[in-house]
């Protein structure tokens, strides 16, 4: 497609199960990051993958938390035995490179609409 | 303050008025981004402006960036009932580990 497409849309399940949140990239954009966007918020970094390298995990905020992308394209963050503090919008966005590398920071980055998470 | 705070919190003004929103942040940076989000939507990229740059335009919209003030403010000319939305900036620094870091979001209603 042309632009970032994230599946569900919404999600609502009860405490303690577990989601998998799913990412479809614009093709040919080899960096991909996962966000969490809680109400009135701004957006809070989880996980960044750019091609092969190993991914930067340092966003995510316990080890329930878990993400992979095939491929190098699609990617599934999981959350595993979810919190009702899991509530929020998880924002997937990529980008042409890395804004990881310095004085690279001039990719600018383009987002899906999200999954509305509600942990119940 | 934090690394890349918005001010205004919220500001409504009337159609055709201009909007100006400010961002400041805490540590030297390589590079800053605005972004737009409309209600229930993925953010949407409107400027990127280097650190060694101090004003850049698109359309109706002009941001400038004082690198001494560590401030950066992103000005909507001539405001439509359209360019009401949430506005956030982003900044890419070293001492961040080179990741985007965002702040929490100007809220701009414009009234037609």
């Known amino acids: 497609g042309a632009g970032v497409s994230q599946s569900p849309s919404n999600k609502v399940t009860e405490k303690g199960k577990d989601v998998e949140l799913r990412c479809d990239p614009i093709s040919g954009h080899t960096a991909l990051y996962w966000y969490r966007q809680s109400l009135g918020q701004g957006l809070e970094f989880l996980i960044y993958?750019?091609?092969?390298?190993?991914?930067?995990k340092s966003g995510l905020p316990s080890d329930r938390f878990s993400a992979e992308r095939t491929g190098g394209s699609v990617s599934t963050l999981t959350i595993q035995r979810t919190q009702q503090e899991d509530s929020a919008v998880y924002l997937c966005?990529?980008?042409?490179?890395?804004?990881?590398?310095?004085?690279?920071?001039?990719?600018?980055?383009?987002f899906g609409d999200g999954t509305r998470l509600s942990i119940l | 303050s934090q690394q890349g705070e918005e001010d205004p919190q919220a500001l409504s003004i009337q159609e055709g008025e201009n909007a100006t929103m400010n961002c400041s942040y805490k540590?030297?940076?390589?590079?800053l981004q605005w972004y737009r989000q409309n209600s229930g939507r993925g953010l949407v990229h409107l400027i990127l402006i280097r650190s060694n740059e101090r004003e850049k335009h698109s359309g109706r919209l002009r941001v400038t960036l004082d690198t001494s003030k560590k401030s950066s403010s992103l000005l909507i000319t001539a405001s439509r009932a359209a360019d009401t939305a949430s506005y956030f900036c982003a900044t890419d620094a070293r001492e961040y580990g080179n990741k985007l870091v965002f702040g929490a979001g100007t809220i701009l209603r414009v009234k037609s």
């Open positions: 993958f750019q091609g092969n390298s190993a991914p930067d």
């Open positions: 966005a990529s980008s042409l490179g890395s804004v990881m590398i310095k004085g690279y920071g001039n990719q600018p980055q383009h």
């Open positions: 540590t030297s940076i390589n590079n």
